[in-house]
């Protein structure tokens, strides 16, 4: 199984911008989908992007339009550009490949390769 490591958590404003970076120990070109989950306390861990391997995003309607995600092959890694930041997107958030489509909800671990998770806290 790949190794993920995730990075570029932190405190930010409402309103601010952030960017997660994930850091795979293997080659990620052949793996289906690259994604972000996370989790806040007393929350489901939900899906907010993926990217397949031809490149195309999925995002949910709760941050669509100010997340962006993009993996590079060539290097190995996937990030999250994160804008327009509100005190709802404070959760863990955890990098995943998977071979497999993942579904919306997940538990932490249950499918596919996953990082230790980065903590985001949106707070003024």
């Known amino acids: 199984q790949v190794q993920l490591v995730e990075s570029g958590g932190g405190l930010v404003q409402p309103g601010g911008s952030l960017r997660l970076s994930c850091a795979a120990s293997?080659?990620?070109?052949?793996?289906?989908?690259m994604a972000w989950f996370r989790q806040a306390p007393g929350r489901q861990c939900e899906l907010v992007a993926a990217?397949?391997?031809?490149?195309?995003?999925t995002y949910p309607d709760s941050v669509k339009g100010r997340f962006t995600i993009s993996r590079d092959d060539a290097k190995g890694t996937v990030d999250l550009n994160m804008n327009g930041l509100k005190p709802e997107d404070t959760a863990v958030y955890y990098c995943?490949?998977?071979?497999?489509?993942?579904?919306?909800?997940?538990?932490?671990?249950?499918?596919?390769?996953w990082g230790q998770g980065t903590q985001v806290t949106v707070s003024s």
């Open positions: 995943v490949a998977s071979h497999a489509p993942l579904p919306y909800y997940l538990t932490p671990g249950d499918r596919g390769s």
């Open positions: 293997a080659d990620i070109a052949s793996i289906y989908i």
């Open positions: 990217i397949n391997n031809l490149g195309n995003p």
